[in-house]
């Protein structure tokens, strides 16, 4: 039994499969005139389904960049294979999280795993883009996030795209580096810049037309298609004012078992300071400061993951 209903098919992705590069299931657009390298990516992890259902409506509507080129790669290929709507989750990944490898040290070790090998394979194309564009989905329902990670550029690209309404500023996770964050991306001093988009439930199937929309604003944000084009992708989104939320702690369980202390949503603000709002083992976890905002609390609770990330709404 699945904890939230599957609305999603998962799509046929085999034709993608030769792509027209030398890595498997990616393709290049290439306008051959000047411009930036954008690479948009799905299937990072094999179940979330609705990064993959917008790279199949750029392929199939033909989008074509008039600038620079467009990379399209579905991510993960080995997980979602198995993935199986009566038992989801099993599909995250075969045998670690591929979110989790991007950097350095890790990607040239000797260390290996399936996700390992498709991350060497994958990195010359994530070094090379000017502009990455990572679709996710999240474990339980909530508003869409645009996580822009901490550098001032990221922030200035998702106030270019305008949607999601909600950005995250935020540095990742102990246990790994997200491939949002890896190289210069996460340098403030260099060009190449990363999104992460949060597309909603993972299942439910308003998530793709995020996923769509936020494609739509990334390449409208880049001047890399055509207004013709994007808005054939589909019409341009509400964009009411944007808030940030600028994430302050990453609660990492420590010994466990980890356990919240009141039912919980993503978002939810808890309004003082020192409300109680978890164990890790017997220890209390208290929020920190007043109208604290809990980020993706998390059901998976082993030692050394991510419980619940902590923010505050910036002005």
């Known amino acids: 039994m699945t904890e939230y209903p599957i609305e999603i098919v998962a799509p046929d992705i085999t034709p993608y499969r030769s792509g027209n590069t030398d890595i498997p299931y990616v393709t290049m657009l290439d306008s051959g005139q000047p411009g930036p390298h954008a690479v948009i990516t799905a299937l990072v992890?094999?179940?979330?389904?609705?990064g993959a259902w917008a790279l199949i409506r750029l392929h199939e509507l033909g989008i074509q960049p008039i600038r620079g080129r467009l990379s399209l790669a579905f991510v993960n290929?080995?997980?979602?294979?198995?993935?199986?709507?009566?038992?989801p989750k099993a599909a995250r990944y075969l045998d670690q999280d591929f979110n989790r490898l991007w950097d350095p040290i890790t990607l040239a070790g000797r260390a290996r795993s399936r996700e390992l090998e498709r991350a060497r394979q994958l990195r010359p194309l994530i070094e090379s883009a000017d502009y990455l564009l990572d679709l996710h989905s999240m474990q339980q329902p909530a508003e869409p996030l645009l996580l822009c990670g901490l550098a001032p550029k990221g922030e200035a690209l998702a106030r270019a795209m305008?949607?999601?309404?909600?950005?995250?500023?935020?540095?990742?996770?102990?246990?790994?580096a997200r491939m949002r964050d890896f190289g210069a991306f996460a340098d403030p001093a260099a060009g190449p810049t990363a999104m992460l988009v949060e597309c909603g439930q993972h299942?439910?199937?308003?998530?793709i037309e995020?996923?769509?929309?936020?494609?739509?604003?990334?390449?409208q944000a880049l001047a890399m298609v055509p207004p013709a084009a994007l808005d054939r992708l589909a019409p341009a989104p509400s964009c009411p004012p944007q808030q940030l939320i600028q994430v302050t702690d990453a609660m990492t369980v420590q010994a466990g078992p980890f356990r919240f202390a009141r039912s919980l949503k993503g978002l939810d603000v808890i309004p003082k300071a020192g409300t109680l709002i978890a164990f890790d083992g017997a220890k209390p976890v208290t929020t920190p400061y007043d109208d604290c905002v809990l980020i993706m609390p998390?059901?998976?609770?082993?030692?050394?993951?991510?419980?619940?990330?902590?923010g505050r709404f910036v002005d």
Do not use: M
């Open 45 to 50: 992890h094999g179940n979330e389904l609705s």
């Open 77 to 87: 290929v080995g997980a979602y294979r198995r993935f199986d709507p009566g038992n």
């Open 162 to 176: 305008g949607y999601p309404r909600l950005i995250v500023a935020d540095g990742g996770h102990r246990n790994g």
């Open 203 to 207: 299942w439910a199937k308003a998530s």
């Open 210 to 219: 995020v996923a769509i929309l936020t494609c739509r604003q990334f390449l």
């Open 298 to 310: 998390s059901p998976r609770l082993a030692p050394g993951l991510t419980a619940v990330r902590l």
